[in-house]
């Protein structure tokens, strides 16, 4: 069997710092750990409506996934940054996005932070540039029965593009209903994935479809 070793771990301290920036006590540590991945789903899920919405009246969403969110915890304003392909989709619900981003993002803190969470939505210049949006695009297509090689080939013209140095996007599962999973991937440029120094993004992300789990991955080198 083959040791996986989880790319952003492996460039922790070296070219990648986490995302949470908070201290807790060893009693509490859990219960930041929930709270901080109740705020990142409930994001995802408040982002993903918008965008079905939009795609019902006929914007194109595509780039206005979120590529991260960074949460700091200090004493007294805990701080979430949202950075998405378009800050706008957090802003055109009527005036009243980042409010009912923060009545969402509040529900999932501890009572201490309640009524005191400060959400600060920041915009990425090159969305496609980032390996979690055409992640998050990638994934439902084989749920809707589209052609993986044509998407994941898609997928990797934009990150050239933009400027990054290669791409590698690999998607595992049953791949058009198939008995046996197997693994496809392509490959643009250099993708140095066993170079601790390589500035390397990397996204998983899963789908459910009728034949069960399927995985992307997408691996972007933005400098040596």
Known sequence: MGRK????????????????????????HDQYVREDKKVRDCID???????????????DGGAEGVERVRIRRKTDLPTVEIHAGSPAILIRSHGRGIEQSKM????????SWIGRVHITP?????PYGEPNIPAKHIAPQPKNRVAFRRTT?????????????????????????????????????RVPLQTPRALIDYRYCPAHTVYG???????ILRDE
């Not at 899920?45 to 965008?51: K, L, M, S």
């Open 45 to 59: 899920a408040y982002v993903h409506g918008r965008r079905m919405w939009n795609s019902d009246v006929g914007g």
């Open 5 to 28: 070793t989880n790319p952003p771990g492996f460039r922790l301290g070296i070219t990648k710092n986490h995302h949470p920036n908070w201290y807790a006590r060893p009693k509490i």
């Open 104 to 111: 969402n993002v509040q529900k999932n803190w501890s009572d």
């Open 122 to 126: 920041a915009e990425i210049s090159e």
């Open 153 to 189: 080939k898609k997928a990797t013209e934009p990150a050239t593009k933009n400027g990054r140095k290669g791409i590698k996007t690999q998607i595992a599962g049953r791949l058009n209903g198939a008995e046996i999973a197997r693994v496809e991937w392509a490959r643009e440029g």
């Open 213 to 219: 789990v399927s995985g992307t991955k997408v691996r």
